[in-house]
């Protein structure tokens, strides 16, 4: 059987709404989060921005990998926006309704060799898009400072 890879990052409140992101690479630097107001004061970027750009960074690097990777193109530098909808479900709470990506090439299409089959192909090569439109299972678990679990929610399948 293969090793599944995992990945683990560990977040501190520091106040009020701060949390400090710790990466499990050694050498990158911390990042703040926070809440917009009235919760918070913006002293970073919240949880759905963080989803948004994530999904912006991978589809991007998936474009990239595509067009310089599998045939050997040049793209130059990309540039992309995303813009994050937010909706309230059947219970009025906030989610992320949708997203929108905006990737701009640096060149012109025309000079870009293969570009109708990457485009065909470069999403599916994402993983951070895949899976949110797919749904992720996530687990929770709230622990006391005892570690004594006050609250548990399994929805990802255990590794066999």
Do not use: Y
């Not at 989060?33 to 970027?45: A, I, M, S, T, V």
Request: net charge negative; glycine share 6%; hydrophobic share 40%.
């Amino acid at each position: 059987m293969s090793e599944v890879p995992s990945f683990t990052i560990t977040l501190q409140q520091e106040q009020d709404f701060d949390f400090r992101v710790k990466f499990d690479w050694p050498d990158n630097p911390d990042l703040l989060l926070d809440e917009p107001e009235p919760l918070g004061k913006r002293h970073g970027p919240n949880a759905a921005r963080l989803v948004a750009a994530a999904v912006g960074n991978c589809l991007s690097a998936s474009l990239v990998f595509c067009l310089r990777s599998k045939f050997k193109q040049n793209p130059g530098p990309l540039r992309a926006s995303v813009t994050g909808q937010l909706a309230r479900n059947e219970h009025g709470r906030i989610r992320i309704g949708g997203l929108s990506v905006r990737i701009e090439l640096a060149e012109d299409a025309s000079v870009l060799q293969h570009l109708d089959r990457c485009m065909a192909q470069f999403e599916d090569f994402c993983v951070v898009t895949e899976s949110i439109r797919h749904g992720i299972p996530v687990d929770v678990e709230v622990v006391d400072a005892a570690g004594r679990s006050l609250h548990a929610r399994r929805e990802v399948p255990a590794l066999t």
